[in-house]
């Protein structure tokens, strides 16, 4: 083919690929236009994903993963036992505190016998102390003897009182054998990790036989009670949304469903353009946060259905006058 001929025809396949890609870009503009044109005037779109609120399951103290009782998308329910650490250092000083607590409430039974024997002697003195006044005033006995009665029941008080002061000491050894005996019952309690809410295992991060530090995680889980999917409207539709508007959320997965929501966030600073706008065009390319919470009540009846991380279109009612179209009103499946 002569050298002019293969130029043109180069120039002409370029040019028919740009026709092509033009008439690729107005078909795509138009169907767009056509799509938003489905919506009523007052309900507004935004895509975004599907997410949860995450937990982390994780140790209190440092310490060796003994049993590890889940696996990765296991459905967990609140107090179900997750993992368990090694205890058997805790358990060996739980032994030694509750062999210290009978200690201490030997020692405290001990004082307390003490202590009414010493009473007794108290009595006893006083009885005679009252005798011997008796007989004084009748001049049956003399002062001295008076005096020595006294001096006796003063002594007998005296060594009431340390006696006294020794049960209070006792007492208080043996609320701290108490408080030491349930600290070690709390730690290993603590030692036996559990599911905080109701949700799915995501990851698992640990394994049998680690050794972890204090505030390892072992495993993550998502809260099926908190799932919400964020989108980005600009301003004059962001300024119209109010927390509690009606939503429906959509997605890719699932086009048939509209799951019901509700806005539980805004955003009060925007995002994507500087702090500082000077011009209405600037002012329009604002895009603000909105979040849109699925309601847990209805997360709870369908929890094994849960997924993280779908994407799909969150549609917002801005006018609670607006009905909602067919095919947003479509639960079928929920």
Known sequence: MPYRQRRRWRWTSIAVALVVVVLGAGGGAYWWQLNQAKLPVGIVQGNGRIEADEIDISTKFAGRLAQLLVQEGDMLSAGEVVARMDTRDLEASLMRAEAQLQQAQKAVDEARAT????RSQVALAKQQLDRTSYLVQRGNATQELLDQRQQQLDGSTAILNAATARVAQADHGLAAAQHEVNLYKINIADNTLIAPRDGR??????????????????????????????????????????????????????????????????????????????????????????????????????????????????????????????????????
């Open 115 to 118: 202590q009414e024997q010493q």
């Open 201 to 334: 295992a995501q990851y698992r991060i640990a394994n049998i036989g680690e050794v972890l530090p204090a505030g390892g995680k072992v495993v993550t889980m998502i809260d099926i009670a908190s799932v919400y999917m964020d989108i980005y409207l600009p301003t004059l539709e962001a300024g119209r949304v109010k927390v509690g508007t009606d939503a429906r959320i959509v997605l890719d997965a699932y086009p048939a469903i509209a799951i019901p929501a509700k806005v539980s966030f805004i955003a009060v600073q925007s995002q994507f353009t500087p702090k500082t706008v000077e011009t209405q065009t600037e002012r329009d390319r604002l895009m603000f946060r909105i979040r849109v919470r699925i309601d847990p009540e209805l997360l709870k009846a369908h929890a094994q259905a849960v997924r993280s991380g779908l994407p799909g279109v969150a549609y917002l009612r801005l006018d609670p006058d607006v009905q909602w179209p067919v095919r947003l009103q479509q639960m079928k499946g929920l």
